[in-house]
């Protein structure tokens, strides 16, 4: 995707037709335009002098953006996040209001509340009308923004809220200006009673106020919209300027952009990471949050990764530079983030089609409303008001912005938590999956095996086993071998030489120590080298149940035990699993592990179903044919995941992936925990019913707004709508929108106590969603399914009523637990399994009490 600057937008209007012009472009596949950053990204061959001129034919600006230098982060997403707007603005309001006081002074204040003016100014209402006129030009001129986009567009037959304002403003303007030279003419003519007349006709006022107004909306939108991006520029601001390098052996400061891959870069205490690198020498506490939103730093010793934009803590680090520039870990966030503002969300085309039609629209009505008032008698003056009222609380804007603003917090609070959403689709999206698929290896485990129980035979201590263990498996390379290595280091524990090594593919391992034959494996093996009592072998196959490795070992044909060794589960699966659960949704694993492994994993996880036996290139099958029950998101970190990662309608990459996995999804998660894909979809779900507010404030205010300004309930109810509060409510709609979006910063993603427990379909709670009989073994794991039903029952009287219905009713196999109130007259049941409502009933009412319903 090619990324634009857009100058000269101003409301929605303004990007729907950008978007337009550009898509017209031959080459061009796809294009959407962000008002809120003033951003576009353009898919497709097309030249980029090509799409430059088709935006400047629309009548706004376009450049390509710049290099996205990671150094100094001056490139695309530090010109997307810089607000250069509310300055400008800010200048713009104080000077109108220095000019606007004066002339409220001498319009209404003196008109309505007689307060003083000099001396030549008393009685003369030409001079008071033509200083009225001077202070409001100035006023125009400081807002002549407004004019010039507003004109413009109107010239390129696309007009914007721009053109709104200054039609408004500017009719307000000219009929005034009218008043006071016929003013001028009815007191030459001596017509005392004229001249008060055309002074009432003044609206010099308001063509001033309105327009100070909607700078002040606009002055408040722009730092609102600065806000929704304050995550990202927090982390842009830990960026480093400088590394210390070494350079022929002297420590060398240099400017981020001349650090090279292969670089040997120092890193001292309290100092930030210049850029992503190993570790070659030192130790040190690494504070991680900037990337990953984990608190708590993360211990870092030879042969660890560090991060650009993380904070060194404690320790001394020299380091080899990994990746540079754009490629590390924090410019591939911020780019992340800025190709996410650059894209669209699907629900934004609804936005967008009405934007497209809004100002023209409105034109339309603010005419007609003119002609009608007219046509009914009313003055030039009044039916003038009401449609300037028409033109001014117009907003193309809230509609605009009620789409990107959420999308752009809900970006901010993504990348503020570790979860980087590739794009406005996949935020939006990612709340509507009905199954989440999890890869087994690496995303419900750690991926690594370890070492979970140590059982020494009679006689043996537990020492004695793993010391020698140690011993056998140091000269292996197996990850079994590894596992009980990594036990032993922890222990602290002389490891013994064993000498005439020896792998046995299939088997295990032999060698000797202390000149006695030692050796390791499975059962097969050991069990021809030595005797396994029967309460070993018992043992064993019950930890193989669980899904556990058992290795024994013996030395000199005596028999030292077993150790135990399995890829564990992450201490949050669990748990992230029951979340996702909680909301609705069917949890699904896949592994290429034999049933009884994946049967054991599956419930220890808790997922809904397990399809064991799947070949690497076997998971995009499974994920088609899931797909035919509903949405299917993909969690996955390996190269082999990454075409289900393709195929998924979401696909969700564990940070600690392979790259090839993080390219093919569209969310990562940089800390590689899988209670971030029950956030991720918290947040989804959270961004969207925001969306939905900003969208519903921004339809209903116009739908309410422009029959009210136009004036439709004079007749009923005398309501009548000045120009000037016309004005301010149009400043306010697009602030509400912004500020509604800014709520989500408050959101805890990762509380799930206000997860609303979604129905499942039927299939999803009872039946699995996966057909087997084209790939791989479909397993269902056996639950306790907790169903509730409530029955509304008559005749409980008191109590022992109560003691009574819940004590037939529990004495029901199906029925966990009833909750019974006489007061409430109901009956909350608790099932384990399936039971017909004609049993229940007839349990109770045994009892002579009366069963109203079931629900």
């Not at 030009?137 to 007009?159: E, R």
């Not at 996966?770 to 479909?778: I, K, P, T």
């Amino acid at each position: 995707m090619e990324q634009y600057t857009v100058t000269g937008m101003s409301c929605a209007a303004c990007s729907a037709r950008v978007e337009k012009a550009v898509s017209q472009v031959a080459g061009v596949t796809s294009c959407s335009v962000s008002l809120l950053t003033n951003s576009m990204g353009v898919e497709g061959a097309a030249p980029a002098q090509e799409i430059i001129n088709a935006v400047e034919e629309a009548g706004y600006g376009a450049s390509l953006k710049g290099a996205k230098a990671q150094g100094n982060l001056t490139g695309a997403a530090d010109d997307m996040l810089k607000d250069r707007e509310t300055p400008l603005l800010k200048q713009r309001l104080f000077a109108s209001l220095g000019f606007l006081i004066v002339l409220m002074y001498f319009s209404m204040g003196t008109m309505m509340w007689g307060w003083p003016v000099p001396s030549f100014l008393e009685g003369n209402h030409v001079a008071m009308g033509l200083l009225q006129l001077l202070l409001t030009v100035v006023i125009m001129v400081i807002n002549q923004k407004f004019f010039l986009s507003g004109c413009k567009s109107l010239l390129h037959k696309s007009p914007n809220m721009d053109t709104l304002v200054a039609l408004g403003a500017g009719a307000a303007f000219v009929y005034s200006t009218y008043a006071l030279f016929a003013m001028t003419d009815a007191q030459m003519k001596g017509d005392m009673a004229k001249v008060m007349t055309y002074m009432h006709e003044f609206y010099f006022e308001s063509a001033a106020m309105i327009l100070t107004l909607i700078t002040v909306g606009k002055m408040l939108e722009a730092r609102s919209k600065g806000r929704t991006t304050d995550a990202l520029k927090s982390l842009m601001k830990l960026a480093p300027k400088t590394a210390t390098v070494l350079r022929d052996g002297t420590e060398t400061e240099v400017s981020i952009e001349q650090v090279a891959k292969g670089d040997i870069f120092l890193v001292r205490p309290g100092e930030n990471i210049p850029v992503d690198g190993i570790v070659l020498e030192g130790s040190s506490a690494v504070n991680e949050a900037a990337l990953t939103g984990e608190s708590i730093p993360c211990d870092k010793t030879v042969g660890d990764a560090v991060s650009a934009a993380t904070s060194n803590q404690s320790g001394f680090l020299k380091c080899e530079a990994s990746r540079v520039g754009e490629d590390t870990t924090l410019s591939q966030i911020i780019q992340m983030v800025s190709d996410a503002a650059a894209t669209k969300a699907p629900i934004a085309k609804v936005a967008d089609k009405v934007s497209y039609v809004f100002v023209p629209s409105v034109i339309g009505i603010a005419i007609v409303t003119l002609l009608v008032w007219l046509l009914a008698g009313e003055t030039i003056g009044f039916a003038l008001a009401r449609s300037i009222s028409v033109l001014v609380i117009s907003c193309p804007c809230a509609l605009g912005l009620a789409t990107p603003v959420a999308i752009m917090v809900g970006n901010g609070m993504g990348a503020k938590n570790g979860i980087m959403f590739k794009t406005a689709v996949s935020l939006e999206e990612t709340g509507k999956m009905d199954i989440v698929a999890l890869d087994k290896t690496g995303t419900i485990t750690n991926g690594e095996p370890r070492v979970t129980d140590v059982i020494p035979a009679e006689g043996i201590s537990p020492e004695e086993l793993f010391t020698m263990a140690a011993g056998l498996e140091q000269k292996s390379e197996h990850p079994l071998a590894k596992a009980v290595l990594e036990y032993v280091k922890d222990k602290k524990t002389d490891i013994p030489e064993v000498t005439e090594f020896q792998a046995l593919p299939g088997n295990g391992l032999s060698g000797l120590l202390e000149g006695d034959e030692v050796c390791g494996g499975n059962y097969k093996f050991i069990s021809s080298r030595a005797e396994v009592l029967p309460k070993l072998k018992e043992q064993s196959e019950g930890l193989s149940e669980e899904g556990k490795t058992p290795l024994f070992f013996a030395k000199g044909r005596k028999i030292l035990g077993m150790i135990a060794v399995a890829d564990v589960m992450k201490e949050d699966s669990a748990q992230a699993i029951r979340e996702l659960k909680q909301m609705g949704i069917h949890v699904v694993m896949l592994t290429g592990d034999n049933e009884r492994t994946a049967n054991a994993i599956g419930r220890q996880a808790g997922v809904d179903e397990v399809v064991a036996g799947v070949l690497p290139e076997g998971k995009e099958s499974v994920i088609r044919t899931l797909q035919k029950k509903g949405k299917v998101a993909m969690v996955g970190d390996g190269i082999n995941d990454a075409p289900a990662l393709t195929r998924a309608d979401m696909g969700i990459a564990i940070g600690a992936g392979t790259d090839i996995a993080i390219d093919a999804a569209d969310i990562v998660l940089m800390k590689s925990r899988l209670s971030d894909v029950a956030a991720a979809i918290r947040l989804s779900r959270a961004t969207l019913t925001n969306i939905h507010e900003n969208l519903f404030w921004a339809f209903i205010y116009n739908i309410i707004g422009i029959p009210l300004a136009a004036g439709i309930w004079i007749p009923l109810f005398g309501w009548q709508l000045n120009p000037m509060f016309g004005a301010a409510a149009m400043s306010l709609s697009s602030f509400c929108v912004v500020t509604n979006a800014l709520r989500l910063n408050m959101l805890r993603i990762h509380d799930p106590g206000r997860d609303k427990p979604l129905k499942k379909k039927k299939s999803c709670k009872q039946e699995p969603v996966y057909d087997s009989g084209r790939q791989g073994e479909n397993v269902k794991i056996k639950e306790d399914i907790e169903m509730e039903k409530t029955m509304k029952i008559e005749g409980m009287m008191c109590g022992h009523c109560e003691a009574t219905v819940k004590k037939c009713l529990e004495a029901l196999a199906e029925v966990s637990e009833a909750v019974v109130s006489h007061e409430t007259g109901t009956a909350v049941v608790k099932l384990t399994g399936e039971i017909s409502d004609g049993i229940l009933k007839k349990t109770v009412e045994d009892k002579d009490y009366k069963v109203l319903s079931i629900e």
